[in-house]
């Protein structure tokens, strides 16, 4: 063991140290160590003796080395238990001889092995050990001899020696173990509320360790333990009187140590002397009678009991003696505080009373002591207050402050001492204080100790309160529970007389304190104390303290200027409270106390918010003041450290402090929600009261201006907004007193005040209908029954028109025009936010807008329209059933009223909201009626409706009830459509012009919209009632209006002239503005015939409205203006467009619009120039789209009309020379629309016979058509004569008038004449025929309908331009049978068009004929080939007919035009450029395509071709020498590429493909005309040199000789072309029998010529000639063999 190997080690030292000098201690300690080498554990050690004896030997020779090395062992064996108890009549004795040597370190040792021998099992027992053990501990403290350390040790050895004979007196009488606050007193915490907080912990820590084995009875008997502590007790307190004791063997002891060691034994120990009788006795007459012989100052005290370590031990003992045992010493303990309390007020010492206050202040900080003190005391009739004596007391000592010569420096020193104390350095006094800066400490002191005396009564008594609400005897004032008037607990009423006892006299003290001080820690303190003491005095519902500390607290919050104290004080107060209040216009500065004792009130409004009642106004005077300064730009917040008073405000700190409070300040109200509710209503009475104080005409008159009243009633409608807001839960008890106080502000006569009450209305009521109750009311009724939304709405039903109503009352009841409007803002700002929730309010709503829609004022209007807007716009969906019609009346209110146009215009776009919600509903309602066939529904079917109409379903069997709305109630749609529509046509008629065009929208963009939706008996109501009436009084009024031009708005003058606005000329006057307006009409119309034509044509007597358009649509286009007329086109465009594509549009409806078009066009509009050019335009293009969407529907009369009526549209009379000459300017409008809609008039397959008339009317268009219209004139008479009887079946009647659309009677007349025109019978009521008409048979000639001047008319070249392509376009896409019949006359028709180049060669029409000439016949030679010969639906005679008439126009064109001489001015070089490669073209097509291509041409054309040709060739070479020169080079060109256009159609390449009979013919006929051509050429070249002589040929000659000659040499002809040369026989039969020859026979014929040109002088063909002849020798075989 460890054990054993030390104390070996130590005897080893021992017996080294003794090796010399003690020979036997040395031999005692070796035999020692031989000894414990056989021992094994401390209880064997302890039964051998031989150990413990030669350490007790080694103490004996008392060397001081030998001593500390024997005590400490002998400590160490002890300490291990290695001794025996008997052992100790040894050890006491050498214990007793070392004390008294003089070593030091021997004595201290010799105190630890008597503090071992305390703690072991040695522990004395009897009384002679063990007054021997503590005489030892005396005898060292009190000898002479013994150093400080020594005595120091042995005092403390003497106390532990102490605590451990009293633990085992605790621990033999079986005492509760826990020892009762050992120093309680001696330790603070940093604040006084900890410290109170502290003592209750103890207290109840104290009751649990002395009662925790149950209750405690006194006992007589002691064990012997407990006599040893008697004795020792009873020694004690002789020592501390000063007497002799002879059980201790001490003869004298410091009183002072004696005493403190009394205490420590009365603090320590409590259950002995509560238990043991003899104990008890002791304490109280032995320890009491000491204590109070110390306690006396009547006297001078001489001696140690005169100094201050003694008074204080006395007063901590009297202190524990009050504190434990009040309850059993209650006389002693009453003299006890008797003399306490008058030794504050003695002329003692500062010192002195400086303990005395300690003592007096720790038991105010301890909840318990002073509980017990004043149940004991105060409570007890018998005895003196004593509580209430010392809080006087206390408060004495604090009202020493007053004092003028000292009181500064002294509260600068309390200040100071607080702030130590909050960071955690306690303050101690100093003995020897002497000097005048230790005196004022000294004061301070004092002051401080009473200061915290009376705080810590303040905090006991808070904590006895929350005792009391803890356990039930007192209401918390957070219950909202009513509180009981009187408290009967024993708790309460114990804290109901300690404050009626003390709150004056605390009140005045701390408020003293608290007006004098300025250091931060003392300030929160004494807030803390009022904080604490006003929160008891209302859970105690003690209402006259509560307000004296209210006033009190609210006196430091605010810092007034003195001159507004000093007017303040001259004046009566009107409460309890302060009256001054902040004056904005002055610099307020709030200094550290003042926000430390406003966040202290509201800390007390905070947890008092259920009981203050009517105090509640001494609050919000003080908040309302503090509102002020926060908003006012002149408060600041002075800090302590700083040395200037006043600063700025800087972001660092000054906000931070203003925005907590202000913070803080919202917070009270806002915690209003968990107020009891009448306590809320106190809180809006005190408001309300403080609001009327300070409204103008009721103020006490303190002096404050207008600012500082708005300011206080600002402050009190914000806060009643703000508890209104954070009560919503309960707000039906509130809302009465906010709104009658509100109402009240908005009567008064200051605009300010009046603003400020709208706001708060808009506030409150938004804030009401945003609650959590009226959004769960609002789900309700989407999601539950009809039942269960009634019951909601019964219950909130009230609410919520009490909400609404003081809107009404602000606007019938105000006559302020500001307030009008501000509760219009306010409504919608409601309807804006919250209007979805609304349900019981909307008829007092729509009252209110209905009435303002009658108002004058414009912004008045303006904002209740923007409220209905809301409306309609969106809360539409939750507005009950039976409003709805309501909110439709008033919309009709808002676009009627003429104060705001755009009002009413928007309120017109609202209409057609309302349709596209009503709409959603008929889903549903018809829904219903296909289910539920023949039973009427008020949902579904009108009232009116007939029985036959039950059954009828939608318009279209496909729509789906989905996407439909759930409504509450039931709502009849039918009904709220018709309003609707009333409204709207009502409104159509309105003077102007911009709203019954909206009206007019609206109500044909609604009926498109929904019309899907409407039953068949809804659009019969909707065509007779609303749409025809409409369509005929707009266009009465239109009819009836004046045409007077309007002057704009004045603006100004300007030179003495007025200066008016301009008006678009299209706009001024009323029957324009009239004839816009139907033109909206028509296009509605359109629209609604456009969008649902198949099923209106199903409706009964729709025939007859058809036929009333119609004639309406007549009218308007021969009467109407332009804008009307062209309405009135579209109008029939857009339905045939529509439907005929689909088949949706049978054949009379399609025919009637044909017959109007033929009538208004033969009759010819009233108006001309741009307007009739207009109109015929429209009707062009409507004819073109017209045809192209319903093709399948024209036969073939219906095509003549088509064309007849296109030739109206287009014709016009011959013009005059003036016309002639703009005509060269441009073509016609209406010829250029009717150049656009041709190609779309092209026939179908079942009108292929039309191509015929299509083309030839076309070419009567051209050029040069006059000479052909005469010639044709008899037979035009005769077919147009055919044509005008059929027309006259199908003309309208001429004069056939309008009247009234809507008039049954007139649309039967019109009826009448219609039926004629189409001849339906009445076997087909809705006018479609079960068959198409006849066809016509008879030919339709164009000419029959045009004169021979219309015609002429368009006989001009700018139009034919135009027309040509479009004609050869149009031709090339006919059928080849028609192509054929009329192939002829296009040709002929661009041969005139071809022979205008003579006339003006820089036209365009002869090259655009041109090109179209080319483009035919180049696709009919194409077109031959493909089909590899002739069409076999084509005649041979219309073919030889065709080529006859092409060969006319080559034989004119080319030898007339082409390749002639021009004026040089004529044409520019690019155009001569460009025309030379046409002709160039028009050559090739001829040779190229024409002649080489089998094309079926007889010979004599192919001849005719041929020798147009050759005399196109022939002009170079006819021409005589002296005029060719001046032949310009374009002929000469021309005429070579003819010449060489024969030269190709001789020649044979070897192609035996391409060689067929066709070509064989034309090359036979090519050959014979080309031999002769190049024979006359060389011979009159010949010729023409010989004449010459020496001169030379011009230029062209030679060029053209040369061409001949290189042409001939390259020629090859076939051996069928060679065979019909005019050659010798023999010669053929040479060609024949030479196989080589290359088919040059041609060269043959012309040998002999060949022969006479070797002598010509020109070197070139000589050499021509030369390579010519060489080709003959090799043609003969004649070449030269090499």
Same mark, same amino acid.
């Given at each position: 063991m460890a054990f054993m190997a030390v104390l070996e080690a130590d005897l080893r030292a021992l017996s080294a140290e003794a090796r010399r000098r003690y020979p036997t201690v040395k031999d005692g300690a070796e035999h020692a160590i031989l000894k414990l080498r056989s021992l094994s554990n401390p209880s064997e050690i302890a039964h051998n003796e031989d150990i413990l004896r030669i350490f007790l030997m080694a103490c004996e020779v008392k060397s001081v080395k030998l001593s500390v090395i024997g005590l400490s062992c002998l400590q160490k064996l002890i300490s291990h238990e290695a001794v025996a108890p008997s052992a100790l009549k040894e050890i006491l004795p050498t214990l007793k001889a070392h004390a008294e040597m003089v070593d030091e370190t021997v004595q201290l040792k010799t105190l630890q092995t008597i503090l071992i021998i305390f703690q072991s099992r040695l522990h004395p027992e009897s009384e002679d050990n063990m007054a021997q053990a503590l005489g030892i501990c005396l005898r060292l403290l009190e000898s002479n001899r013994s150093s400080d350390s020594v005595r120091n040790t042995a005092a403390a050895t003497f106390r532990q020696a102490v605590a451990l004979i009293f633990d085992r007196v605790i621990l033999a009488e079986s005492l509760p173990a826990g020892k009762g606050g050992s120093g309680s007193q001696n330790f603070r915490t940093y604040s006084l509320t900890g410290d109170v907080s502290r003592s209750i912990n103890q207290?109840?820590?104290?009751?649990?360790?002395?009662?925790?084995?149950?209750?405690?009875?006194?006992?007589?008997?002691?064990?012997? !333990?407990?006599?040893?502590?008697?004795?020792?007790?009873?020694?004690?307190?002789?020592?501390?009187?000063?007497?002799?004791?002879?059980?201790?063997?001490?003869?004298?002891?410091?009183?002072?140590?004696?005493?403190?060691?009394?205490?420590?034994?009365?603090?320590?120990?409590?259950?002995?002397?509560?238990?043991?009788?003899?104990?008890?006795?002791?304490?109280?007459?032995?320890?009491?009678?000491?204590?109070?012989?110390? #306690?006396?100052?009547?006297?001078?005290?001489?001696?140690?009991?005169?100094?201050?370590?003694?008074?204080?031990?006395? #007063?901590?003992?009297?202190?524990?003696?009050?504190?434990?045992?009040?309850?059993?010493?209650?006389?002693?303990?009453?003299?006890?505080?008797?003399?306490?309390?008058?030794?504050?007020?003695?002329?003692?010492?500062?010192?002195?009373?400086?303990?005395?206050?300690?003592?007096?202040?720790?038991?105010?900080?301890?909840?318990?002591?002073?509980?017990?003190?004043?149940?004991?005391?105060?409570?007890?009739?018998?005895?003196?207050?004593?509580?209430?004596?010392?809080?006087?007391?206390?408060?004495?000592?604090?009202?020493?402050?007053?004092?003028?010569?000292?009181?500064?420096?002294?509260? !600068?020193?309390?200040?100071?001492?607080?702030?130590?104390?909050?960071?955690?350095?306690?303050?101690?006094?100093d003995n020897d204080a002497s000097n005048a800066a230790v005196v004022v400490a000294s004061e301070a002191h004092a002051i401080t100790l009473a200061v915290e005396g009376l705080l810590g009564v303040v905090f006991t008594v808070a904590a006895l309160t929350d005792e009391a609400v803890d356990v039930g005897e007192v209401e918390s004032p957070r219950s909202e529970s009513d509180p009981p008037e009187s408290c009967t607990g024993q708790m309460a009423v114990l804290c109901m007389?300690?404050?009626?006892?003390?709150?004056?006299?605390?009140?005045?003290?701390?408020?003293?304190?608290?007006?004098?001080?300025?250091?931060?820690?003392?300030?929160?303190?004494?807030?803390?104390?009022?904080?604490?003491?006003?929160?008891?005095?209302?859970?105690?519902?003690?209402?006259?303290?509560?307000?004296?500390?209210?006033?009190?607290?609210?006196?430091?919050?605010?810092?007034?200027?003195?001159?507004?104290?000093?007017?303040?004080?001259?004046?009566?107060?009107?409460?309890?409270?302060?009256?001054?209040?902040?004056?904005?216009?002055?610099?307020?500065?709030?200094?550290?106390?003042?926000?430390?004792?406003?966040?202290?009130?509201?800390?007390?409004?905070?947890? #008092?918010?259920?009981?203050?009642?009517?105090?509640?106004?001494?609050?919000?005077?003080?908040?309302?003041?503090?509102?002020?300064?926060?908003?006012?730009?002149?408060?600041?917040?002075?800090?302590?450290?700083?040395?200037?008073?006043?600063?700025?405000?800087?972001?660092?700190?000054?906000?931070?402090?203003?925005?907590?409070?202000?913070?803080?300040?919202?917070?009270?109200?806002?915690?209003?929600?968990?107020?009891?509710?009448?306590?809320?209503?106190?809180?809006?009475?005190?408001?309300?009261?403080?609001?009327?104080?300070?409204?103008?005409?009721?103020?006490?008159?303190?002096?404050?201006?207008?600012?500082?009243?708005?300011?206080?009633?600002?402050?009190?409608?914000?806060?009643?907004?703000?508890?209104?807001?954070?009560?919503?839960?309960?707000?039906?008890?509130?809302?009465?007193?906010?709104?009658?106080?509100?109402?009240?502000?908005?009567?008064?006569?200051?605009?300010?005040?009046?603003?400020?009450?709208?706001?708060?209305?808009?506030?409150?009521?938004?804030?009401?209908?945003?609650?959590?109750?009226?959004?769960?009311?609002?789900?309700?009724?989407?999601?539950?029954?009809?039942?269960?939304?009634?019951?909601?709405?019964?219950?909130?039903?009230?609410?919520?028109?009490?909400?609404?109503?003081?809107?009404?009352?602000?606007?019938?009841?105000?006559?302020?025009?500001?307030?009008?409007?501000?509760?219009?803002?306010?409504?919608?700002?409601?309807?804006?936010?919250?209007?979805?929730?609304?349900?019981?309010?909307?008829?007092?709503?729509?009252?209110?807008?209905?009435?303002?829609?009658?108002?004058?004022?414009?912004?008045?209007?303006?904002?209740?329209?923007?409220?209905?807007?809301?409306?309609?716009n969106d809360e539409l969906s939750t507005i009950p059933a039976h409003c709805i019609d309501v909110c439709i009346e008033v919309t009709g209110a808002y676009s009627s009223q003429k104060t705001e146009l755009n009002i009413s215009l928007t309120a017109v776009g609202l209409l057609w909201t309302t349709t596209d919600f009503i709409a959603k509903g008929l889903i549903h309602g018809h829904a219903e009626e296909r289910e539920i066939v023949g039973i009427p529904t008020t949902q579904s079917i009108p009232k009116q409706r007939r029985p036959e109409e039950r059954e009828e379903q939608s318009i279209y069997s496909n729509n789906e009830a989905d996407d439909q709305v759930p409504l509450v109630d039931v709502i009849d749609h039918n009904k709220l459509l018709f309003s609707v529509f009333s409204l709207l046509q009502q409104l159509g008629a309105d003077e102007r012009p911009e709203v019954r065009n909206s009206a007019i929208r609206t109500l044909f963009q609604t009926l498109g919209s929904h019309g899907q939706k409407l039953s068949r008996s809804m659009w019969e109501d909707c065509l007779?009632?609303?749409?025809?009436?409409?369509?005929?009084?707009?266009?009465?009024?239109?009819?009836?209006?004046?045409?007077?031009?309007?002057?704009?708005?004045?603006?100004?003058?300007?030179?003495?002239?007025?200066?008016?606005?301009?008006?678009?000329?299209?706009?001024?006057?009323?029957?324009?503005?009239?004839?816009?307006?139907?033109?909206?009409?028509?296009?509605?119309?359109?629209?609604?015939?456009?969008?649902?034509?198949?099923?209106?044509?199903?409706?009964?007597?729709?025939?007859?409205?058809?036929?009333?358009?119609?004639?309406?649509?007549?009218?308007?286009?021969?009467?109407?203006?332009?804008?009307?007329?062209?309405?009135?086109?579209?109008?029939?465009?857009?339905?045939?467009?529509?439907?005929?594509?689909?088949?949706?549009?049978?054949?009379?409806?399609?025919?009637?619009?044909?017959?109007?078009?033929?009538?208004?066009?033969?009759?010819?509009?009233?108006?001309?120039?741009? !307007?009739?050019?207009?109109?015929?335009?429209?009707?062009?293009?409507?004819?073109?789209?017209?045809?192209?969407?319903?093709?399948?529907?024209?036969?073939?009369?219906?095509?003549?009309?088509?064309?007849?009526?296109?030739?109206?549209?287009?014709?016009?009379?011959?013009?005059?020379?003036?016309?002639?000459?703009?005509?060269?300017?441009?073509?016609?409008?209406?010829?250029?629309?009717?150049?656009?809609?041709?190609?779309?008039?092209?026939p179908t397959e079942h009108l292929s016979s039309m191509w015929t008339l299509l083309l030839r009317e076309l070419l009567l268009y051209l050029p040069g058509s006059e000479a052909s219209l005469e010639e044709k004139e008899a037979e035009t008479e005769q077919a147009s004569c055919s044509r005008n009887h059929n027309q006259e079946g199908v003309k309208v009647a001429p004069q056939l008038d309008v009247g009234s659309v809507a008039n049954k009677q007139n649309v039967a007349v019109a009826k009448t004449m219609l039926t004629e025109t189409h001849k339906i019978t009445s076997d087909f009521p809705n006018g479609v025929s079960s068959t198409s008409q006849k066809k016509t048979e008879t030919p339709f000639l164009s000419s029959g309908s045009l004169t021979k001047d219309v015609v002429a008319g368009f006989s001009s070249n700018l139009f034919g331009e135009k027309l040509v392509p479009v004609l050869v376009d149009i031709f090339l896409l006919a059928p080849s049978v028609e192509k054929y019949n009329i192939f002829p006359e296009i040709v002929q028709g661009l041969g005139r068009c071809m022979a205008t180049r003579r006339d003006t060669p820089d036209g365009a029409l002869w090259r655009l004929a041109v090109e179209g000439f080319n483009r035919i016949l180049v696709d009919d030679v194409n077109t031959t080939n493909i089909n590899h010969g002739r069409d076999s639906n084509v005649s041979r005679t219309a073919r030889i007919r065709l080529w006859k008439e092409v060969a006319d126009i080559y034989e004119i064109f080319l030898v007339g035009s082409c390749g002639r001489a021009l004026p040089s001015n004529v044409l520019s070089p690019s155009a001569l450029k460009a025309d030379e490669s046409l002709e160039m073209t028009i050559l090739n097509v001829l040779g190229d395509k024409i002649l080489i291509t089998e094309t079926g041409i007889p010979l004599d054309i192919l001849e005719r071709l041929v020798s147009t040709l050759d005399r196109c060739a022939s002009r170079t070479?006819?021409?005589?020498?002296?005029?060719?020169?001046?032949?310009?080079?374009?002929?000469?060109?021309?005429?070579?590429?003819?010449?060489?256009?024969?030269?190709?159609?001789?020649?044979?390449a070897c192609e035996v493909d391409q060689w067929n009979s066709t070509r064989s013919e034309v090359c036979k006929i090519a050959i014979m005309v080309l031999v002769s051509r190049c024979e006359y050429i060389l011979r009159r070249f010949l010729i023409d040199e010989n004449d010459l002589g020496e001169r030379s040929l011009p230029a062209v000659r030679i060029e053209e000789i040369i061409f001949v000659l290189q042409e001939l040499a390259r020629l090859v002809i076939h051996p069928d072309t060679a065979s019909i040369l005019s050659l010798p026989t023999y010669l053929k039969d040479v060609l024949a029998m030479n196989e080589n020859h290359d088919g040059r026979a041609h060269l043959l014929v012309l040998f002999p010529s060949f022969c006479e040109l070797v002598i010509l002088r020109e070197p070139r063909v000589r050499e021509l000639v030369q390579v010519v002849l060489r080709l003959v020798s090799a043609e003969l075989g004649l070449q030269k063999v090499i």
């Open positions: 207290s109840e820590s104290l009751e649990s360790d002395c009662f925790s084995g149950g209750p405690l009875f006194m006992r007589e008997n002691l064990t012997k !333990a407990g006599k040893l502590g008697l004795r020792l007790l009873e020694d004690l307190t002789a020592l501390a009187a000063g007497g002799s004791v002879t059980w201790l063997r001490v003869l004298s002891l410091q009183q002072t140590f004696a005493l403190d060691i009394l205490e420590f034994i009365l603090s320590n120990y409590v259950a002995i002397f509560r238990t043991l009788v003899s104990y008890e006795q002791v304490l109280r007459h032995q320890i009491c009678s000491l204590l109070m012989t110390s #306690l006396r100052t009547n006297a001078e005290i001489e001696g140690e009991a005169g100094e201050p370590t003694f008074r204080r031990l006395v #007063l901590r003992s009297v202190a524990h003696v009050i504190r434990l045992y009040s309850s059993s010493l209650v006389t002693e303990c009453e003299v006890f505080l008797s003399m306490l309390i008058r030794v504050t007020s003695l002329d003692l010492p500062l010192w002195h009373r400086i303990l005395v206050l300690e003592v007096l202040r720790g038991f105010c900080v301890e909840a318990r002591t002073l509980r017990l003190l004043f149940q004991n005391f105060d409570m007890n009739p018998k005895n003196t207050n004593i509580v209430e004596g010392m809080v006087k007391a206390l408060a004495r000592v604090v009202s020493s402050i007053q004092v003028p010569d000292t009181s500064e420096e002294s509260l !600068a020193a309390v200040a100071g001492m607080f702030s130590s104390k909050a960071k955690g350095i306690e303050w101690s006094l007389s300690m404050v009626d006892s003390m709150w004056l006299t605390i009140l005045d003290a701390l408020s003293l304190i608290l007006t004098r001080s300025h250091g931060e820690a003392i300030i929160l303190e004494i807030l803390k104390g009022y904080q604490a003491f006003t929160q008891a005095c209302g859970v105690l519902r003690a209402v006259e303290p509560l307000n004296s500390f209210l006033a009190s607290l609210c006196k430091f919050t605010i810092n007034v200027p003195n001159e507004a104290e000093k007017r303040s004080s001259a004046l009566p107060s009107p409460g309890s409270k302060r009256s001054e209040l902040v004056d904005q216009r002055d610099s307020i500065v709030l200094t550290p106390k003042n926000v430390q004792a406003l966040r202290t009130l509201f800390n007390v409004a905070h947890r #008092l918010h259920n009981v203050l009642g009517p105090s509640w106004v001494l609050v919000l005077e003080t908040l309302s003041a503090l509102d002020r300064a926060i908003h006012s730009p002149h408060a600041t917040i002075e800090e302590v450290s700083s040395t200037v008073p006043k600063l700025t405000r800087e972001p660092s700190g000054q906000y931070s402090d203003f925005n907590i409070l202000s913070s803080l300040n919202s917070q009270l109200f806002e915690s209003s929600a968990l107020m009891h509710i009448s306590a809320v209503k106190s809180l809006l009475s005190a408001l309300c009261q403080l609001s009327n104080q300070y409204m103008p005409g009721n103020s006490s008159g303190f002096g404050q201006t207008s600012s500082q009243q708005v300011g206080t009633i600002s402050f009190s409608v914000e806060r009643m907004i703000s508890i209104l807001v954070n009560n919503l839960h309960r707000v039906e008890p509130l809302w009465d007193q906010v709104v009658g106080h509100l109402l009240e502000l908005a009567e008064n006569n200051n605009q300010q005040l009046r603003n400020m009450a709208l706001d708060a209305f808009d506030q409150s009521i938004c804030a009401v209908l945003g609650s959590d109750k009226f959004q769960s009311s609002a789900l309700s009724r989407c999601h539950h029954a009809d039942d269960q939304v009634e019951s909601t709405d019964t219950q909130l039903g009230s609410l919520e028109c009490a909400v609404i109503s003081p809107l009404s009352v602000l606007y019938f009841s105000n006559q302020n025009l500001d307030v009008r409007i501000g509760s219009l803002k306010i409504l919608l700002h409601v309807l804006e936010r919250y209007g979805e929730k609304l349900y019981s309010s909307w008829p007092s709503i729509l009252d209110m807008l209905r009435s303002v829609a009658n108002a004058v004022e414009k912004e008045i209007i303006s904002l209740g329209f923007q409220g209905l807007r809301v409306i309609m007779w009632n609303y749409v025809f009436p409409t369509l005929d009084c707009v266009s009465q009024m239109a009819a009836s209006s004046s045409t007077d031009e309007w002057q704009g708005k004045e603006l100004g003058t300007r030179r003495g002239k007025a200066v008016h606005m301009l008006i678009h000329h299209s706009r001024n006057t009323a029957q324009k503005q009239w004839d816009e307006t139907l033109v909206l009409v028509l296009g509605g119309i359109a629209r609604l015939l456009r969008s649902f034509f198949p099923f209106l044509r199903s409706l009964s007597n729709f025939w007859s409205g058809w036929e009333s358009l119609l004639v309406f649509v007549r009218n308007s286009i021969l009467n109407g203006s332009k804008e009307v007329a062209l309405a009135a086109i579209n109008c029939l465009q857009t339905i045939v467009l529509s439907h005929s594509p689909k088949g949706n549009l049978p054949m009379p409806y399609l025919k009637s619009v044909l017959d109007v078009y033929e009538l208004v066009l033969q009759r010819r509009p009233n108006y001309s120039g741009n !307007a009739a050019s207009k109109v015929k335009q429209e009707i062009l293009h409507g004819l073109g789209e017209i045809y192209m969407q319903a093709q399948k529907m024209f036969d073939e009369g219906m095509y003549l009309q088509l064309l007849e009526i296109i030739h109206l549209a287009v014709g016009q009379p011959k013009c005059n020379s003036d016309n002639m000459e703009a005509e060269t300017l441009h073509v016609p409008l209406v010829q250029r629309t009717m150049l656009e809609i041709l190609p779309q008039l092209c070479c006819c021409l005589p020498v002296e005029t060719v020169g001046l032949l310009p080079s374009h002929s000469s060109r021309f005429s070579l590429a003819c010449l060489q256009k024969l030269f190709s159609l001789c020649n044979y």
